[in-house]
């Protein structure tokens, strides 16, 4: 069993039992599915973006991506329906524990002039999405085979009754989010009378 999954099960459920007041450990918000995912406009002129694309996001996710085609022709963006413009992988179980364990302990920290993520990034079913500019903050990425710098969307499928719920979730799971700013006070100035 994966680290990040044990700490669900034993230390997480317990505490969202009686913070939320759920009553059944069944009802508990849980993660359910992480995708990952890369938009690979580029390959439009160069098919070998898609392969090198593909290549790292295999290494990245541990398991083969599917090719996500173009669903209508766009003239403006010289895009016709059915080309190969995308790839994602759906992570689930023992592997989306690791990737998630992996995305927290070791990626996140070395993206450069990291603040925390944002509290603010849910949709209006409780799921997160972090986008990343560059896949060289992998370390699983060589950095001497790479041959082009490709960002991706995470988004972390979270079930829950309330979405609300999502963000206590992940913040017990460990991910870094950034702390709401206080308010900044406002100078008083003496006036003369």
Do not use: H
């Amino acid at each position: 069993m994966a680290r990040l999954q044990e700490k669900y099960r034993k230390e997480v459920v317990p505490e969202l039992m009686k913070a939320l007041g759920y009553d059944n450990p069944l009802a508990v918000p849980r993660l359910e599915r992480i995708v990952v995912s890369m938009g690979v406009g580029a390959a439009l002129e160069n098919k070998n973006r898609l392969d090198a694309a593909s290549r790292d996001l295999a290494t990245i996710a541990g398991q083969k991506p599917v090719v996500c085609r173009a669903r209508k022709s766009v003239a403006g963006f010289k895009l016709r329906k059915g080309a190969d413009i995308g790839l994602k992988v759906t992570l689930r179980g023992r592997r989306m524990y690791e990737f998630l364990d992996r995305l927290i302990s070791v990626v996140i920290p070395r993206i450069r002039d990291f603040r925390g993520l944002s509290p603010k990034a849910f949709d209006e079913a409780g799921n997160y999405t972090v986008g990343i500019s560059e896949q060289l903050v992998f370390p699983e990425i060589n950095l001497d085979k790479v041959e082009f710098v490709q960002g991706m969307n995470i988004t972390l499928g979270v079930r829950a009754r309330r979405p609300s719920d999502s963000l206590p979730l992940l913040q017990r799971l460990g991910v870094p989010f950034r702390q709401p700013e206080a308010p900044k006070a406002e100078k008083k100035t003496a006036v003369p009378v």
